[in-house]
């Protein structure tokens, strides 16, 4: 049965970093687009990163500089990686499949199909 598991979250203090991983069971994550997706309270669940199977990286603006999506096929695992974090970062992590290899212009939660539990990710002095 297919699986996605977050984690890696926690708390962090300003600019500090934090990595994220998700991992996939029951398939191969390296045969679809898998995004990240960050939720806060009284919010929509929104793409802030992807990453498709040729490849192709895609971050939202207020990420872009400061996190980095990757693969390590061998381990059947998307990362995220956090750098340079600050309060706005703040919120549940939750990884998803998508619906097909490249999933990401849109980074609609509509185009990806089986979601893992999320790993909260707290921002304090």
């Known amino acids: 049965q297919l699986h996605l598991v977050e984690s890696g979250g926690g708390s962090v203090h300003p600019g500090g970093s934090l990595r994220l991983s998700c991992v996939g069971t029951g398939f191969s994550l390296d045969d679809y687009g898998i995004g990240w997706f960050v939720q806060v309270p009284g919010k929509e669940r929104e793409g802030i990163s992807c990453?498709?199977?040729?490849?192709?990286?895609y971050y939202t603006g207020p990420v872009r500089d400061r996190f980095s999506i990757f693969r390590d096929k061998e381990k059947n695992t998307v990362f995220l990686q956090l750098n340079n974090v600050n309060p706005m970062d703040a919120g549940v992590y939750y990884c998803?499949?998508?619906?097909?290899?490249?999933?990401?212009?849109?980074?609609?939660?509509?185009?990806?199909?089986?979601w893992g539990q999320g790993t909260p990710v707290t921002v304090s002095p």
């Open positions: 998803a499949k998508g619906k097909s290899q490249n999933p990401c212009p849109r980074m609609s939660p509509s185009d990806f199909d089986s």
């Open positions: 990453i498709a199977t040729n490849g192709w990286k």
